[in-house]
C-alpha cells in the first residue's frame, strides 16, 4: 500500500474572540442568552426524540433493504437498450457509491458490475463514457485493494486506456478515464509493477503533448485539451507516489525541467496542476536525496505567478492561482508545508505534504461529498492515512450527539441571542454619537 508519511504538528496558537469594541457586553451574556433559551426548546425536543427512537433500528434496517433493492434495479437498468435508462442508472450508483459504504452488497456482484461499466464503455457515447469511467474509481473504491479490486482492474484497464488515448473519442469521456485510471491503479495495483508502469506510461502520453517543442515553444492549446492534459497529469503524480526510489530518480531526470516549461500555459488550472505536480516531484526527490537543480531559475518563475496581476486574466482565476504558487514557492524555498486539519465526525486527518493532498485530492474528486464518510467508515482509506480501524462509537458518546431538530433550536435561540446582544451594542454606539 502507499506509503505513510509523518509531518509536524504544529501547535493551535490564539483562540477565537469574542465580540470587538467597548460596548460593555460580553461572551457571557451571548452564553447566558442561549442557555435560558436553550434548556426549554431542548426539553421539548428530547419528548421528540423519545418517541421516534423506538422505531429507529427497525427504519435503518427498512431503509438498507430499499437501498439494496433500488441498486439492484440500476444494476439491471445498466443492460438496457434505452442509453438514456443505462445512463440515469450509472448517475444513481454513482451517487450512492459516494454516499454510503456498500462493499459486501458490492462483492457478490462485482463481476456483473464490471461486463456492464465495460459494456458501456466500449458502446456507449461520450456521455455514458465518463459516468462509466466515474463508477468505475469508486467500485474499486468500495471493493477495496484487495484480490476483488484487482480483478475489476484488469478487466476495465485496458478499456479506460484505450478511451483515453483515443484522439477521436469524447474529450469529457477521455478526461474521466485518465482520473478512473490512476484511481484504480492506485487502489488495485500498488503491488503489481507491471500495471503500474503501463498506466503510468499511457498516461504520460496524454499529458505530454503540451510540453514544448524542440524550439522551446508550448504547441497551441486545442478545445477541452488543458482539462485532459490535467487530469492525466494528476492521475499520474498519484502513481509517482508509488514508484521506487530508482524509477522516481528517472522520472525527476525526464519530466521536471519539461513540467517548468508548462508554467507558461495560458490556461490557469492546468498551470496549478503542473506546479502542484512540480512541488510533489521535488518533495520526493528530497526523500530520495535529490536536490533540485537551477531552482533560482524555477523560484523567479513561480513568484511571477504568485504575483500575477495581468488584467486580461480573470480575477478568480488570478485569486486562485497566487495563493496556489504562493504555497508551492513556500515550500520550495524553505521546505516547509501549509499544513490543514481535514475533519469528519470525532476524528480528523492532516495534510502535511504534497504527497498526502495529492491522495487526498484524488479520492475526493472520486467520492466527491462523501469522502469524509468514506474517511469514517472505509478499511482503504483508513489504511492509506493510517486511521486505524473504524471506530466504534460507545452509548456515551452517541447519546452526546444532538438531534438535527435539537440543533436547529439552538441555533434558533443563539441567533436571538446575538440580534439583542447586538441591538444593545447599537443602541450605546448611538448614544455616544
Known amino acids: 500500500m502507499p506509503r505513510s508519511k509523518k509531518g509536524k504538528r504544529s501547535s493551535n496558537k490564539g483562540g477565537r474572540n469574542g465580540v470587538k469594541g467597548g460596548c460593555g457586553a460580553s461572551d457571557d451574556d451571548l452564553a447566558s442568552d442561549v442557555l435560558s433559551h436553550y434548556s426549554s426548546a431542548s426539553e421539548t425536543a428530547s419528548v421528540l426524540d423519545d418517541s421516534t427512537g423506538a422505531g429507529e433500528r427497525l427504519d435503518e434496517q427498512t431503509a438498507q433493504e430499499e437501498t439494496e433493492d433500488k441498486l439492484k434495479q440500476c444494476i439491471d437498468n445498466l443492460m438496457d437498450k434505452s442509453a438514456k435508462t443505462r445512463l440515469a442508472a450509472l448517475e444513481s450508483l454513482r451517487g450512492a457509491f459516494s454516499s454510503r459504504l456498500l462493499c459486501d452488497f458490492l462483492t457478490e456482484r ?102 514544448p517543442n524542440c524550439e522551446g515553444t508550448l504547441p497551441t492549446s486545442k478545445a477541452g485539451a488543458p482539462g485532459l492534459h490535467s487530469a492525466a497529469l494528476h492521475a499520474w503524480a498519484l502513481l509517482v507516489t508509488l514508484c521506487p526510489a530508482s524509477r522516481l530518480s528517472v522520472l525527476l531526470d525526464l519530466h521536471l525541467l519539461k513540467l517548468q516549461a508548462c508554467l507558461e500555459s495560458s490556461d490557469v488550472n492546468y498551470r496549478i496542476a ?17 536536490e533540485l537543480e537551477d531552482s533560482d531559475m524555477l523560484c523567479e518563475c513561480l513568484k511571477g505567478l504568485a504575483t500575477d496581476g495581468n488584467k486580461h486574466r480573470a480575477k478568480n482565476d488570478r485569486r486562485k492561482q497566487r495563493s496556489i504558487f504562493r504555497e508551492v514557492l513556500h515550500y520550495i524555498e524553505n521546505e516547509d508545508f501549509t499544513e490543514e486539519k481535514i475533519r469528519f465526525g470525532v476524528e480528523g486527518i492532516y495534510i502535511d505534504s504534497w504527497m498526502r493532498r495529492r491522495v487526498y485530492d484524488a479520492f475526493k474528486e472520486v467520492l466527491e461529498s462523501g469522502v469524509r464518510h468514506h474517511l469514517q467508515l472505509n478499511p482503504l482509506l483508513r489504511d492509506i492515512f493510517g486511521l486505524g480501524p473504524p471506530l466504534i462509537l460507545d452509548s456515551s458518546v452517541k447519546a452526546s450527539k444532538i438531534s438535527r431538530f435539537e440543533k436547529h433550536l439552538f441555533n434558533s435561540a443563539a441567533f436571538k441571542a446575538r440580534t439583542k446582544l447586538r441591538n444593545k451594542v447599537r443602541d450605546k454606539r448611538a448614544d455616544v454619537m
Open 110 to 211: 462485482r463481476l456483473t458490475i464490471s461486463d456492464c461499466l465495460e459494456r458501456s464503455l466500449r458502446k456507449g457515447g461520450g456521455e455514458e463514457q465518463a459516468a462509466a469511467a466515474t463508477v468505475c474509481a469508486q467500485l474499486c473504491v468500495q471493493l477495496g485493494g484487495g484480490d476483488e479490486s484487482e480483478e475489476g482492474f484488469k478487466i476495465l484497464r485496458p478499456v479506460l486506456s484505450a478511451i483515453m488515448i483515443d484522439g477521436c473519442a469524447s474529450v469529457a469521456a477521455r478526461q474521466s478515464c485518465a482520473s478512473a485510471l490512476g484511481m484504480c491503479c492506485y487502489v488495485s495495483a500498488a503491488e503489481d509493477g507491471e500495471d503500474l508502469v503501463k498506466s503510468m506510461s499511457h498516461l504520460e502520453s496524454v499529458f505530454t503533448t503540451s510540453y
Open 274 to 290: 503542473v506546479g502542484e505536480t512540480i512541488a510533489l516531484l521535488v518533495e520526493l526527490g528530497r526523500d530520495i536525496d535529490r
